[in-house]
């Protein structure tokens, strides 16, 4: 049986065989139907700026970058040049898999994005066919070399940095096998029907939750506060015995 061996040298030239292009085209359809519903000022796509995965977003600025010569906006993922809570969406397609510090990105894209901002991950599932094919061949070439991470762990990081997911997909149900490429329909109906935890694909939306700061005013008992308020007098207003005296007085010298 022929395998899907791969010499490529970049995710983005692997897309371009027929085992990538299989894949892309899920991950096209799927960040175009998420990324249509997402509002704000700014996005980002970090990585593969080849591919145009905000292309349907209705966000005005839009932009991608990576640390590649050519790339619109060349930049270390792990050190973004960008404000602190500047970005309202950001891209992360296989990004986490293929970088030796994945933490570091997640720390900076949640610096960067603002309160209820988006952050949509894509990554290859080792829980999969597309795994255990990874598992059984040297790791060489794209997409073998990368570190598939499992998806519990990446929930488990994204919640320490605050991030809440609000929706998680899996796609490409089909062996990475040439032969099994020409009959997806069957497979990935089936796929999605009887294992849908098992796609050679996830997507990951998560949103940034910041707690806000509710403040608690005591109760305050009125009778026992009336108590406690001073009983002086006020020097300025007179008491009301002394304005009936002065009345007297002065209806006395009328008299005379």
């Keep these: 049986m022929t395998d899907c061996k ?96 994945p933490h570091a990105i997640l720390r900076e894209v949640e610096r960067v994005l603002r309160a209820e901002g988006s952050l949509i991950i894509s990554g290859f599932n080792p829980h999969s066919l597309w795994g255990l094919h990874r598992t059984m061949v040297r790791r060489q070439g794209y997409p073998w070399c990368g570190h598939f991470i499992a998806l519990h762990r990446l929930r488990d990081w994204l919640s320490l940095l605050g991030f809440e997911v609000a929706e998680i997909s899996f796609d490409a149900y089909a062996p990475p096998f040439q032969q099994w490429l020409s009959r997806t329909d069957l497979i990935e109906s089936a796929g999605k029907r009887w294992w849908p935890a098992s796609g050679g694909v996830y997507f990951v939306h998560a949103i940034k939750r910041v707690p806000g700061m509710r403040l608690l005013k005591p109760s305050w008992n009125a009778g026992l506060v009336k108590k406690l308020l001073p009983v002086a007098p006020k020097l300025n207003n007179p008491q009301r015995g002394d304005t009936a005296n002065r009345d007297i007085n002065l209806n006395r010298l009328d008299h005379e």
């Design 6 to 101: 791969s010499t490529a040298r970049s995710l983005s030239e692997w897309f371009a065989t027929t085992p990538g292009g299989y894949v892309l085209d899920y991950e096209q359809a799927w960040f175009d139907r998420s990324v249509n519903d997402i509002f704000g000022y700014n996005a980002l796509q970090l990585g593969l700026s080849g591919h145009d995965f905000l292309r349907n977003s209705r966000i005005p600025l839009r932009f991608s970058g990576e640390d590649k010569t050519g790339a619109a906006l060349r930049l270390c993922a792990d050190e973004l040049p960008i404000a602190c809570g500047s970005l309202d969406l950001v891209l992360l397609p296989h990004m986490l898999e293929f970088s030796a510090q």
